[in-house]
């Protein structure tokens, strides 16, 4: 998918979690490709090499670790530096599609707190510094799953309604402070997150409505262009909005 605008990001920061590949790549590509200086995360350090690769080292900032460390989120802060224009939530992880009968403890809290106490770390901490701009933008990603209960297991849909609500807090509170904060909520994607299904129970429950609901599988460009449309001014009357993007899904 091509660019279709230009200049929209031109003189702004950007931080994109998960931007190493999947829909954080091709975000944080097409940021770059509207003129914007990204501040790309992720816990891979050989993807961030090949994107620095493609993108270039004056359109690019670079930063290895887990965004759920405060380590992490203080490297980012710092090379961000002073102004943080908008941030892309985007890094997460899936959960075997384990009903509530079968989630483990360990699932339940990884999930959640990549999925969820990452991103509201992260909100937190560029908060201060968009506040005194007087402005700035967040897109989290949420799922299908933040707008139904049949598309993952119990602890992703939760954590995916989770960050939808989270999404809707920052817009309540800091939207009087110029802050827009809204979701997307993105269907099936061809991504590398792994999806396996551990729970044969799962496997009869949800694998039929998988087969006859789904619409084809989306690629990250398409979700990329949904989430720079909300990073942009295009979206300036848009704050705490969950904007399906799933092919048609969530109609069914």
Avoid: C
């Avoid at 995360?41 to 994107?51: M, N, S």
């Avoid at 139904?148 to 609500?165: P, W």
């Amino acid at each position: 998918m091509s660019d279709t605008t230009t200049g929209r990001f031109t003189g702004r920061t950007i931080i994109v979690t998960g931007a190493g590949s999947g829909i954080g790549r091709a975000t944080a590509t097409r940021i770059a490709h509207e003129g914007g200086r990204v501040v790309a995360t992720d816990v891979v350090a050989e993807r961030l090499d090949a994107l620095r690769e493609e993108l270039g080292s004056t359109a690019l900032e670079t930063v290895v670790g887990d965004v759920t460390a405060a380590a992490t989120i203080d490297a980012v802060l710092a090379a961000a530096g002073d102004r943080v224009d908008g941030l892309a939530n985007v890094a997460g992880i899936m959960d075997a599609f384990l009903p509530p009968s079968e989630v483990d403890d360990a699932t339940w809290e990884r999930v959640f707190t990549v999925n969820v106490t990452g991103p509201m770390r992260l909100t937190r901490a560029v908060l201060p510094l968009m506040i005194a701009a007087g402005t700035g933008t967040i897109v989290n990603v949420a799922s299908e799953a933040a707008l139904r209960g049949s598309a993952a297991g119990a602890a992703y849909t939760s954590s995916k309604h989770a960050i939808a609500g989270f999404t809707k807090s920052v817009a309540f509170f800091h939207g009087p402070q110029g802050i827009r904060a809204n979701a997307v909520a993105p269907g099936a994607v061809a991504t590398n997150i792994e999806a396996p299904m551990r729970s044969e129970y799962a496997a009869g429950r949800v694998g039929p409505l998988m087969q006859v609901a789904i619409p084809p599988v989306a690629q990250p460009e398409q979700l990329a262009a949904a989430i720079t449309w909300l990073l942009s001014d295009d979206s300036a009357n848009v704050n705490g909005a969950v904007l399906p993007s799933d092919g048609g899904w969530s109609v069914v």
